[in-house]
């Protein structure tokens, strides 16, 4: 039951918190935990004074069990006065985070906690070596954008080792798409202009074999546009259960333009459909 494990999950929150905290008075800011606490109390208070409540006996006693209790109907929650929380206060949210999600890669939205870990990566080259090194234990992203890059870097080698090269097909998924990306980013590279490749990412993909010249930029950039349109397709056909996409449509026109040019290939006229295209279109059932 997706809802009873969201309950689970938000309450092992809760548990940590109360350990953390000493009491449950969670705040609103205080990322997912925050407003799941406020609509929990909401229905509690409501059970209180014996009105219908979307709370179930056995969530109501979970949550009894971690301090929820008459004392929630003050109208202004009195929680413990506000204090400056030190590094090693902060730290240690990090490390209860890292517990309950995997990992530190705290969102920005995430309340106090998300505001101070991007403080901690903008004072980076300015931080002690001591707390650097600390944080680098903890698996801390100092660069959220080099991290991605980095893990679709992995899936490469990866696929390198199993099937002999770097050339993902681009129906392939996202590490397809990523591979062209990393083509026209290298064309605008070597011509100075604006591009998301380092000299670092350049050498990493070299040192793996990688073919930069498969294809021009132009053709590309219109494959990776074609491969977004099927994959919108693909998910309206999930929506749906059919490919009758409205004409009025971005995507409906698309469709209109991949069916003309699907019946030109047939006619064995002048056709922008190659057979790779048309093979995956009659996987997603367009002419069906």
Not at 102 to 116: A, D, E, F, I, K
Not at 140 to 159: I, K, M, T
Request: hydrophobic fraction near 30%; charged fraction near 30%; aromatic fraction near 10%.
């Amino acid at each position: 039951d997706p809802k009873e494990w969201v309950f689970q999950k938000r309450l092992q929150q809760l548990k940590d918190f109360q350990k953390q905290h000493g009491h449950v008075l969670v705040k609103m800011s205080d990322g997912e935990l925050g407003p799941w606490f406020y609509s929990r109390r909401r229905e509690y208070l409501r059970w209180l004074d014996g009105k219908a409540t979307t709370l179930s006996d056995h969530h109501r006693i979970a949550l009894e069990e971690v301090g929820f209790g008459p004392q929630l109907k003050s109208r202004r929650l009195k929680e413990e006065p506000d204090r400056v929380l030190t590094w090693n206060d902060r730290y240690d949210q990090l490390i209860l985070f890292k517990r309950i999600h995997g990992h530190v890669r705290v969102p920005s939205s995430y309340g106090t906690l998300g505001s101070w870990v991007q403080y901690q990566r903008s004072k980076r080259d300015s931080m002690p070596a001591e707390k650097r090194k600390i944080l680098g234990r903890a698996g801390f992203v100092w660069n959220h954008n080099d991290w991605q890059w980095d893990q679709r870097f992995s899936e490469l080698e990866s696929y390198k080792n199993q099937v002999g090269d770097t050339d993902v097909p681009i129906s392939q998924g996202a590490l397809g798409e990523w591979v062209q990306i990393q083509r026209v980013q290298h064309s605008l590279y070597m011509r100075g202009k604006k591009s998301h490749l380092t000299a670092r990412r350049v050498t990493k993909l070299n040192q793996i074999g990688f073919d930069w010249s498969r294809g021009g930029t132009q053709r590309i950039q219109q494959d990776l546009a074609w491969h977004r349109q099927l994959k919108a397709l693909r998910q309206y056909k999930e929506q749906h259960n059919h490919t009758n996409v409205p004409r009025s449509t971005p995507l409906g026109k698309w469709v209109v333009s991949q069916r003309s040019q699907y019946r030109a290939l047939l006619r064995n006229e002048k056709s922008a459909m190659t057979e790779k295209r048309r093979e995956e279109l009659e996987d997603v059932g367009l002419f069906d």
